[in-house]
């Protein structure tokens, strides 16, 4: 069985996240990273894009995700880890790395970044 790896680097958002009600307001900047385990077998043998994970959806859910206002960006990517693991059976194993460009901290800073990984139970 090829296992092998899916991923989308560098999604950008405009969006309203944030634990301020200021930041909901105006929003950022934000990037997504998702990296998806997955069984390759039926893609690598057929060269069909029903054995694989279709970028295109796996976009739109992210992107879905990234429209709903959080506070916090642990709370966006268990949202867009659950939402990916919903919809996209073949996904054995995801990361997915959410960054808000030029956090409020008070000095510089160009991005802070959480990443959360999970595995399909």
């Known amino acids: ?25 105006i929003g950022n900047k934000y990037s997504v990273d998702v990296r998806i385990r997955t069984d390759f077998t039926q893609g690598a043998e057929q060269d069909e894009l029903l054995g ?3 970028y295109e959806t796996l976009y739109k859910l992210v992107k879905e995700q990234m429209e709903i206002p959080n506070k916090l960006l642990e709370s966006v990517g268990q949202k ?3 939402s990916i693991l919903d919809n996209l ?4 194993e995801i ?3 959410v960054s808000k460009h030029n956090p409020p901290i008070g000095g510089i800073c160009e991005r802070s970044r959480v990443t959360l990984k999970q595995k399909r139970k």
């Open 52 to 54: 694989t994970v279709n």
């Open 95 to 97: 990361e997915v790395s």
């Open 80 to 82: 867009i880890i659950n």
């Open 89 to 92: 059976l073949e996904v054995m």
């Open 1 to 25: 069985m090829p296992e092998g790896i899916v991923a989308l680097e560098g999604m950008e958002f405009y969006a309203y996240h944030g634990f301020y009600e200021e930041e909901r307001k």
